[in-house]
């Protein structure tokens, strides 16, 4: 019994050693004392925050998101944002449940921010109107788009910039603000049926009649002209060598090289006119030549 007690007597002395060198000031934060307590805490804490944040993250990025079509790249971007606001919301409550004053962290926090916003302006500003569209969704990955001078097809839509692959197979980095800044043509917005409107000339003496049935044959044989809206034909206008028309056809396949299609439709114009005799005409100027009295008799005369 005695043994007993005296093992008793021997841990709570070294309990209370031990409180007392956790209890030990080490240095001063602000208005607060910082001990060995304090850090052990800290640790153990932010251990687990940190493991809990990264579980929240995959539970948001697996179960919240995953049924979205929301671009992969963007989906880690929200992802990491939202452990980023655990993270820092979770940093104010330890700190302040372990009873540490962040009042002198205040001053320092704002000249830090304040240095990072002008720092990262430019990339704050891609990734918040990374998330603009995100939200509104004015583009999505497969659209076809114009901004600015690049045209192309969207692979990827990530948190700071877009990138578009044009028909030469090159890939663009398009800057997300660009998007919500700028003029933006997307031509699968709504669906991927587009009209192009292919121009055709043809002599003076030719029946405009006939001229229309031509083309309208040759846009209803062509695989990639949608049958509904059906192929047009418009008379456009009586120029200086031709008769002006342009054939109207609707296509979802060729959205994306609408050259290849124009192509395709004259070449088969073109011979469906050469076995019509339907001529096409060319640019034709008439040079009058102002002759002179004198003749060569006369010059002759004086050069002897």
């Known amino acids: 019994m005695e ?9 709570k002395g070294w309990w209370a050693s031990f409180n007392e060198l956790l209890q030990t000031p080490l240095f001063s934060f602000g208005d607060s004392q910082i001990d060995l307590g304090h850090i052990f805490y800290l640790l153990v804490s932010v251990s687990v925050l940190v493991i809990a944040s990264r579980w929240l993250m995959r539970l948001v990025v697996n179960k919240l998101l995953k049924n979205t079509d929301m671009e992969k790249g963007m989906l880690q971007s929200v992802a990491t944002l939202v452990r980023f606001g655990i993270l820092v919301l979770g940093f104010i409550v330890i700190f302040q449940s372990a009873g540490i004053d962040l009042s002198s962290l205040s001053i320092l926090a704002g000249a830090l921010g304040v240095g990072i916003g002008f720092g990262l302006q430019n990339i704050t500003n891609n990734f918040i109107s990374g998330l603009i569209i995100l ?11 114009e901004v600015g001078d690049i045209a192309g097809d969207v692979i990827s839509i990530n948190a700071r910039a877009t990138t578009i692959i044009t028909n030469d197979n090159i890939s663009v980095i398009v800057p997300n603000s660009e998007f919500i800044s700028g003029t933006v043509i997307n031509w699968s917005h709504s669906d991927r049926n587009v009209r192009f409107l292919f121009p055709v000339g ?14 309208l044959e ?9 049958k509904s809206p059906p192929p047009t034909v418009m008379f456009d206008e009586f120029g200086d060598s031709s008769l002006n ?15 290849v299609l124009k192509s395709e439709l004259y070449f088969e114009i073109f011979k469906k006119f050469t076995e019509h005799n339907i001529e ?9 030549i102002k002759t002179s009295p004198v ?10």
């Open 3 to 11: 043994k007993a007690d005296k093992v008793g007597e021997s841990i």
């Open 135 to 145: 939200f509104e969704r004015p583009i999505k990955v497969g659209d076809r788009i």
């Open 202 to 215: 043809v002599s003076y003496k030719e029946d405009p009649e006939k001229v229309k049935k031509i083309l």
């Open 218 to 226: 040759v846009a209803d044989k062509n695989q990639y002209v949608l």
């Open 245 to 259: 028309f342009y054939l109207g056809v609707w296509t979802s396949t060729h959205i994306e090289k609408p050259r």
């Open 280 to 288: 096409i005409p060319f640019p034709q100027r008439d040079l009058h």
């Open 295 to 304: 003749t060569v008799e006369q010059i002759q005369s004086k050069l002897n």
